[in-house]
């Protein structure tokens, strides 16, 4: 059985066994994987959202989930989980902004599909802005809201092996400023934990994930300073029904930011009082985890030296690890296992920010792009051939981003040589995910290979005078030998997009997402990604022609002058998606 990340059942005895070899033979592989027909999970235009209480079974609805059914807003940020008892069932999630219009932010959305990701049926996390069923009002995310944290996102998923799904994120405010920062914020918010079972004395396999069991918080932001819980991940050993959870905890101005780290021994009822398992490294983002038997659990986030913000001279950047033996319960020292120069969309701006977009937050170089600076490493284990594997997007000499991708036969002590995971002439790279299942470890990523107007110094799908255009495409390779070399990849996606429609920020930039996710059992895979191929972009032929202007935006022409009212709803301007497929392997 395989959870997102390892290989479980098969998983070293020790870290001394990954030294000693001793693994089964890998099994023969056929030619090479194959991707299935992309498949729109979020279905908001002319359907329906469900509540929690009619997945399972039940009739509560409101004002909310219809509107969800047809506003045809932003999604981004997808996690997938596929079910290790039936891998015909499959969970995802979501940043949703379809509840915008009715709860003020973006919400948690949950998805679950009972046909290995052929059909999916859509709905939110209880607890929501407005949700008075039982299962919301229940949640302590209800209370949280009523102080005003309406968003919750940054979602992650994982199985046991009982069919209970694990789904983790944060719920928060936007944060205002305190006076001392744009980097010190008052935030409120939290991090959560929900649980999803079976239906109550269900036999079979039919409803796991269905019903909706509780939603408990793991840690809370601490007011002012810029405190704020973000950036997480999960796991749930099914070997065990141990669930494992990290995440960052940003400080703003004073101090490094921190991995924490909490685990559930019943079955996610409650976790651990947080650790913290960063010490000595700063700039710590973006936890990945992998677990393997007999207590073996292992972390792996960007970090760097230096210092609060790295401000120390001669400050490194690179992937940071750490290992568990006891389930856990403690962990060694971390240290960079690597370092590497990250592949950040600050380099295209021309004034060190983020994203760029129209004006106030037009950058220096006329180009518009998304921000893509959380630079992994995503951590896979792959126990039927001994190894640890990590992939992380490095900017290449040239300035062109790549994957590069690192593999432990001795439990993280030692790493080999960074090598490039798919390499590509021409074209960006980014948000790479790594999992093991099957005897194989699998990545996948977004690529702007093809891209027509490519150059090392510009973003993806952007020309020379600052246009932008559908170029970037999913893709997805595997190895046969633990990491160690790789085969040729594979086009997953069967359009490309344009990541970089100005929808957020009073539609003036573009917002994408962290990462895609990539998630096997046994032989099935599944990859699930943000898409654009349905937001209905506008000419602005008066003003920056960036091919970025979406339709209903006033700069266009339109006469939409809120996300907030319905009036996009028609438009297709805001219709960014997540979408699936299957792979073959």
């Known amino acids: 059985m395989v959870h997102k990340k390892s290989l479980i059942g098969v998983v ?7 030294a000693a070899g001793g693994f089964a033979a890998a099994p023969a592989f056929a030619a090479g994987p194959s991707a299935g027909p992309n498949v729109r999970v979020t279905v908001d235009q ?23 059914g047809i506003d045809r807003r932003m999604q981004n940020e997808p996690t997938l989980a596929i079910d290790p008892r039936n891998h015909s069932i499959w969970a995802a999630g979501s940043n949703d902004y379809c509840a915008v219009p009715t709860v003020g932010d973006a919400w948690a959305g949950f998805y679950r599909s009972t046909n290995g990701g052929s059909s999916w049926v859509d709905s939110l996390l209880p607890g929501y802005n407005g949700d008075t069923s039982a299962q919301g009002t229940s949640s302590p995310l209800a209370a949280q809201v009523a102080g005003g944290a309406l968003a919750a996102g940054d979602p992650q998923m994982s199985w046991d092996g009982a069919g209970r799904l694990f789904y983790m994120g944060n719920n928060f405010n936007r944060g205002t400023e305190n006076g001392a920062s744009g980097l010190t914020k008052n935030n409120t918010g939290d991090i959560w934990v929900a649980t999803y079972s079976p239906a109550p004395g269900a036999t079979g396999t039919a409803t796991d994930g ?21 950036k997480t991940d999960l796991v749930a050993d099914p070997a065990t029904g141990n669930v494992y959870a990290a995440w960052s905890d940003f400080h703003g101005v004073t101090g490094c930011n921190e991995i ?13 009082t947080p650790i913290k398992i960063s010490g000595g490294i700063c700039g710590n983002q973006g936890p990945s985890i992998a677990i393997g038997r007999d207590g073996h659990v292992f972390v792996a986030w960007e970090g760097n030296t230096g210092g609060a913000l790295a401000r120390t001279p001669g400050a490194v950047n690179g992937a940071a690890f750490v ?26 701006s021309g004034n060190g920010a983020r994203e760029c977009g129209d004006s106030p937050f037009n950058c220096p170089t006329g180009q518009t792009f998304p921000r893509f600076d959380l630079a992994g490493p995503s951590l896979a284990a792959d126990n039927a051939h001994g190894t640890l594997v990590m992939a992380f997007q490095v900017e290449q000499p040239s300035g062109q981003g790549q994957i590069e991708s690192v593999f432990s036969t001795d439990g993280g002590a030692s ?36 891209d027509p107007n490519y150059s090392p110094t510009r973003a993806p799908c952007n020309s020379a005078t600052g246009a932008t255009s559908a170029c970037l495409n999913v893709r997805f390779a595997e190895s046969g030998d633990g990491g160690k070399t790789w085969g040729s990849s594979i086009q997953v996606t069967n359009t490309p997009t344009n990541p970089n429609y100005e929808q957020f920020g009073g539609r003036l930039v573009p917002f994408f997402g962290d990462y895609l996710t990539l998630a096997a059992q046994g032989g ?28 209903g935006d006033p700069e266009t022409g339109g006469t939409c002058t809120s996300s907030f009212t319905a009036c996009f709803d028609a438009t297709g301007g805001l219709d960014q998606n997540i979408y699936s497929a299957t792979v073959t392997p």
Do not use: E, I
């Open 415 to 450: 790493w080999s040589a960074p090598k490039l995971l798919a390499a590509a002439a021409t074209g960006h790279q980014f948000f790479p995910w790594v999992t093991a299942a099957g005897g194989r470890v699998m990545a996948a990523w977004y690529d702007s290979q093809g």
């Open 260 to 272: 924490l780290f909490s685990r559930s021994t019943d079955h996610g009822a409650t976790f651990s």
């Open 210 to 230: 269905s019903h909706y069991m509780r939603t408990v918080l793991l840690a809370t932001n601490t007011f002012g300073l810029g405190s704020f819980n973000d």
């Open 323 to 348: 290992a568990s033996g006891d389930f856990g319960k403690t962990f060694g020292k971390a240290s960079l296992a690597l370092t590497y120069t990250p592949f950040v969309s600050a380099q295209f």
């Open 46 to 68: 002319g359907s329906k959202y469900v509540s929690a209480d009619q997945l399972a079974g039940g009739s509560y609805t409101d004002g909310v989930l219809t509107r969800c």
């Open 12 to 18: 070293t005895a020790s870290v001394a066994a990954f």
């Open 524 to 551: 099935t895979v599944g990859v699930t990604w943000t898409d654009q191929r349905n937001t209905v972009g506008a000419p602005d032929p008066s003003g920056d022609k960036d091919g970025a202007d979406v339709a």
